[in-house]
């Protein structure tokens, strides 16, 4: 066979080849951003009990809501301030857990405000799940001194991963997953 006859191999243009090797580094670098913000999370973490400390705690419409009573299902408490960044920046992806995990308890409990702003706050960035009004008590029985921070119970009520900082969807997926509970 000539090599006339040998057919080349198609390759693709100089430039894309650098776009592709980009966008390669870029996925890594990204991957590593997500897991050390993962780690350090982690170890920012309070120190909890074994058991999640029992609350009652007032609701935006007026209702209380008993850690007690979610009893059987696993919940994700998410400790956050309104005038916090992160924070903000993090409600989108509980409200996407929420809505694909019902068998999930997602509580947002916020350390200011009052009904009305809390309110608004959780209308203008699209939370889908109860806000509950955060006490100093609670606050200080979890040991939430920096915000956000995200607890994971069990359905028992046992404190499965405790997280201090920004979570998004990999994240928390992440964190159900190490903790027993599925993806």
Known sequence: MS?????PTARPPRGSRRVLGFAREAVVWLAVALIGLAVVGRLRAPDLPERAPA???????GG????????GRPVVLNFWATWCPPCRVEI???????????????LGIAADGTPETLRAAATELGATYPI????????AAYGVTTYPTTVVLD???RVVH????????PHLSFALASSGLGL
Do not use: I, N, W
């Open 132 to 139: 509950l009004r955060g006490t100093p008590a609670v606050f």
């Open 55 to 61: 609350f009652a705690l007032p609701d935006l419409d």
């Open 3 to 7: 090599t006339a006859d040998q057919t």
């Open 64 to 71: 209380t809501v008993r850690l007690e009573a979610l009893r």
């Open 162 to 169: 405790a997280h201090t900082g920004l979570m998004l969807d």
């Open 155 to 157: 359905a028992e009520g």
């Open 92 to 106: 989108p992806a509980f409200s996407r857990l929420a809505a694909r995990r019902p068998d999930v308890a997602v």
